[in-house]
């Protein structure tokens, strides 16, 4: 499943007050993120994912994501707390003239099937040390 949002972030947004948007997903394992930043952005609009108030993507709550013209995309597998099933998009825009609209998307396995693949992974991994492969 992919879930989309977009955050338009007003020009003179500060970290301290940020525009925000909220991602609804479903119970589940978030394995793809990306984070788009449109040709223009000039790295002035930076944006933060959050899971409740825990920062979670970038891992360093002191860290941002910000770019000009790309995307960020990696694998992931961080399985969702619990409901409500949201993450929140947090954003502030150094421009002082333009606002800025960055995509995040997200692929998400549902939790049964994810519970169970890492319960193959698990069992195939202690089978290959049993054996010394």
Same mark, same amino acid.
């Given at each position: 499943?992919?879930?989309?949002?977009?955050?338009?972030?007003?020009?003179?947004?500060?970290?301290?007050?940020?525009?925000? &948007?909220?991602?609804?997903?479903?119970?589940?394992?978030?394995?793809?993120?990306?984070?788009?930043?449109?040709?223009?952005?000039?790295?002035? &609009?930076?944006? &933060?994912?959050?899971?409740? #108030?825990?920062?979670?993507?970038?891992?360093?709550?002191?860290?941002?994501?910000?770019?000009?013209?790309? /995307?960020?995309?990696?694998?992931?597998?961080?399985?969702? #707390?619990?409901?409500?099933?949201?993450?929140?998009?947090?954003?502030?825009?150094?421009?002082?003239?333009?606002?800025?609209? /960055?995509?995040?998307?997200?692929?998400?396995?549902?939790?049964?099937?994810?519970? #169970?693949?890492?319960? /193959?992974?698990?069992?195939?991994?202690?089978?290959?040390?049993?054996?010394? /492969?």
């Amino acid at each position: 499943m992919l879930y989309t949002t977009q955050l338009t972030i007003p020009a003179n947004t500060t970290r301290a007050s940020p525009a925000t &948007a909220t991602l609804t997903l479903a119970p589940g394992v978030v394995n793809r993120v990306m984070v788009g930043f449109p040709f223009g952005c000039a790295n002035l &609009a930076h944006v &933060a994912i959050f899971e409740r #108030e825990h920062q979670v993507w970038p891992g360093d709550p002191d860290e941002d994501f910000s770019w000009d013209d790309f /995307i960020f995309a990696w694998d992931e597998d961080h399985e969702l #707390e619990g409901p409500p099933y949201e993450l929140e998009i947090r954003g502030w825009n150094e421009d002082d003239t333009y606002p800025h609209t /960055i995509l995040v998307a997200m692929a998400l396995t549902d939790i049964t099937k994810a519970r #169970e693949a890492r319960g /193959i992974l698990a069992f195939w991994n202690r089978f290959k040390q049993t054996v010394g /492969i």
